[in-house]
């Protein structure tokens, strides 16, 4: 056996289903759509066996972009999971053959609630073909396994059908990386979406900041006590002036100048980077890489509020 031809041939045949089940969209599935994006309720996604796991992952993909869904297991529903099913709701039911035993009785009962039904088939003359409101009638493929039974190719294309129709509605809301990342909050991209640069920032007693008019030492000390690497220069009005950095007061170590003798002003460079609080965190990280920094000033209407590292950002996964 060459196993790499016979594993090729998988995504062929495979590949073949995803063709022809593109090319069979049709009104019905303008209508499916049309259904879920006026759906005042939640899409209920139900299948038995293999189709119940494609259920499982599609209702997961709904509810990421924006559609609220769930996946309803068939036989659980039999025994009162049907009660999770309004009138407002759109069920869609998996089923190659239209005769899973477990979906097949449930559907009356999908009917007596008033929820909008929506079939996805293979087989145009069967029960839930006939039962549903609207019916996608999946074109004629071939299974990829050997003996043409394992649901593999069916399986593949109602993945695909579902995911076109969930990433369509997503489009249709107006959804955008914002509302995406709301609903990924614990991710990477939702990370950089969300997070400002007052949620990561040291503020208040943890920041960094010492009066123009004090002498060096005092500058040297809350570099000490604070451990942020700078220490941010302001006036009587909280106004940014300046910063001295770890770097700075090494420098001048180097050069052997007596550094208890100098003021604040005497070694702090003017004009440093800042940022406004409301800023996204992604925002600073990009400034403070762009600059080859590693802190940034935080500003609230001109006044220094705190202090934010490239530590603090990357610490929290956001990597640019």
């Known amino acids: 056996m060459d196993r790499l031809a016979e594993g090729r041939k998988v995504f062929d045949v495979e590949i073949t289903a995803l063709e022809r089940t593109r090319d069979a969209l049709d009104e019905a599935y303008l209508k499916i759509l049309d259904l879920i994006t006026d759906c005042q309720g939640k899409v209920i996604i139900t299948g038995m066996g293999k189709p119940g796991h494609i259920a499982a992952k599609l209702a997961a993909t709904f509810a990421s972009l924006g559609t609220p869904a769930f996946r309803l297991h068939p036989a659980e529903a039999m025994h009162g999971d049907l009660g999770m099913i309004s009138s ?184 440093p980077e800042k940022i406004e609080k409301d800023k996204l965190a992604v925002e600073a990280l990009k400034t403070l890489k762009e600059k080859n920094i590693s802190c940034l000033v935080v500003t609230e209407a001109e006044r220094v509020i705190g202090m934010i590292r490239l530590q603090d950002i990357i610490g929290v996964g956001i990597i640019g």
């Open 88 to 271: 407002n709701d759109v069920v869609i039911a998996i089923s190659f053959s239209g005769e899973s035993d477990e979906i097949v009785r449930i559907l009356p009962n999908i009917k007596i609630i008033g929820a909008a039904l929506v079939g996805i088939t293979g087989n145009p003359n069967s029960t839930l073909a006939k039962s549903s409101d609207i019916v996608q009638i999946l074109p004629k493929f071939e299974e990829a396994c050997y003996l043409g039974l394992a649901p593999t190719s069916s399986t593949t294309a109602a993945l695909c059908y579902g995911d076109s129709l969930a990433v369509v509605a997503s489009g249709i809301y107006g959804f955008k990386d914002e509302n995406y990342a709301v609903f990924h909050p614990a991710g990477s991209l939702g990370k950089k979406l969300i997070l400002k640069v007052e949620d990561l920032m040291s503020k208040g007693e943890k920041n960094a900041k010492v009066h123009i008019n004090l002498p060096l030492k005092e500058a040297i000390i809350e570099l000490s006590k604070k451990g942020l690497g700078a220490v941010a220069i302001v006036n009587d009005e909280e106004k940014l002036l300046g910063i001295i950095t770890d770097g700075d007061l090494r420098r001048q170590l180097e050069k052997g100048v007596d550094v208890y003798s100098l003021k604040v002003e005497d070694i702090m460079s003017q004009h």
